[in-house]
C-alpha cells in the first residue's frame, strides 16, 4: 500500500502543481514579476510533487491555467501571460478571458501537499499587496492631468470649432 506522501503525489492536478511551482518562483524570488515558461517547468520538475516530470505540465503553463487566453479546454484563471513565453500568478483585478469566468485561480486545501498549505496565505497576501500596487501605478492613469490641456487658453467649444475647420 502506498504511503500518504505517495498517494498525495500521486492524485496531484496537473494545474495545482503547475501553481505551486509558480507560487515558490515568485515566493523565492520578490524582486521578479514573472518568469520563462522553461523556469516554471524546471521548478515543477525539481519539485517532482507527481512523481516525476509529467508531460501536462508543460501545456498548462502555455494554455490552460493562463487567465488571459481563450480557454482550451483547461479553463483555469491560475497563470497571467505578462508578454509571449512569460507567466505569473494571476491575481485579483487582472483581465481575463469571459470564458474563464468563475474558474479557480489557486488550488483547493484539500488537493495539495500539506507541506505546500503555506502557499495558500501567502499569495492570498501577495495578489492582495501587488493589485493594490498595480492599481496605484496605472500607466494611463498616471498621465491625467499631466500638463495643460489643449484648450488651456481658451473655451473648449471654441477649440474644438477651430480642429474642425475644412473638414468639409
Same mark, same amino acid.
Given at each position: 500500500?502506498?504511503?500518504?506522501?505517495?498517494?498525495?503525489?500521486?492524485?496531484?492536478?496537473?494545474?495545482?502543481?503547475?501553481? &505551486?511551482?509558480?507560487?515558490?518562483?515568485?515566493?523565492?524570488?520578490?524582486?521578479?514579476?514573472?518568469?520563462? &515558461?522553461?523556469?516554471?517547468?524546471?521548478?515543477?520538475?525539481?519539485?517532482?510533487?507527481?512523481?516525476?516530470?509529467?508531460?501536462?505540465?508543460?501545456?498548462? &503553463?502555455?494554455?490552460?491555467?493562463?487567465?488571459?487566453?481563450?480557454?482550451?479546454?483547461?479553463?483555469?484563471?491560475?497563470?497571467?501571460?505578462?508578454?509571449?513565453?512569460?507567466?505569473?500568478?494571476?491575481?485579483?483585478?487582472?483581465?481575463?478571458?469571459?470564458?474563464?469566468?468563475?474558474?479557480?485561480?489557486?488550488?483547493?486545501?484539500?488537493?495539495?501537499?500539506?507541506?505546500?498549505?503555506?502557499?495558500?496565505?501567502?499569495?492570498?497576501?501577495?495578489?492582495?499587496?501587488?493589485?493594490?500596487?498595480?492599481?496605484?501605478?496605472?500607466?494611463?492613469?498616471?498621465?491625467?492631468?499631466?500638463?495643460?490641456?489643449?484648450?488651456?487658453?481658451?473655451?473648449?467649444?471654441?477649440?474644438?470649432?477651430?480642429?474642425?475647420?475644412?473638414?468639409?
Amino acid at each position: 500500500m502506498p504511503s500518504a506522501r505517495a498517494k498525495a503525489r500521486f492524485d496531484l492536478r496537473v494545474a495545482d502543481e503547475v501553481w &505551486i511551482a509558480t507560487a515558490l518562483l515568485h515566493r523565492e524570488h520578490p524582486e521578479r514579476d514573472d518568469f520563462s &515558461i522553461d523556469e516554471i517547468v524546471q521548478r515543477a520538475a525539481k519539485e517532482s510533487l507527481a512523481n516525476g516530470n509529467r508531460p501536462g505540465v508543460y501545456v498548462h &503553463i502555455v494554455q490552460h491555467c493562463v487567465a488571459n487566453r481563450a480557454p482550451n479546454p483547461g479553463r483555469y484563471r491560475m497563470l497571467f501571460e505578462t508578454a509571449p513565453g512569460r507567466r505569473r500568478l494571476f491575481r485579483k483585478g487582472d483581465p481575463y478571458h469571459p470564458a474563464r469566468e468563475g474558474a479557480k485561480t489557486a488550488p483547493n486545501r484539500e488537493d495539495i501537499p500539506s507541506g505546500c498549505l503555506g502557499l495558500l496565505s501567502w499569495y492570498e497576501g501577495w495578489s492582495a499587496e501587488r493589485a493594490k500596487a498595480s492599481s496605484k501605478q496605472d500607466p494611463l492613469l498616471a498621465l491625467a492631468n499631466l500638463g495643460p490641456s489643449p484648450w488651456a487658453n481658451e473655451d473648449p467649444d471654441e477649440y474644438i470649432r477651430r480642429l474642425r475647420e475644412g473638414w468639409e
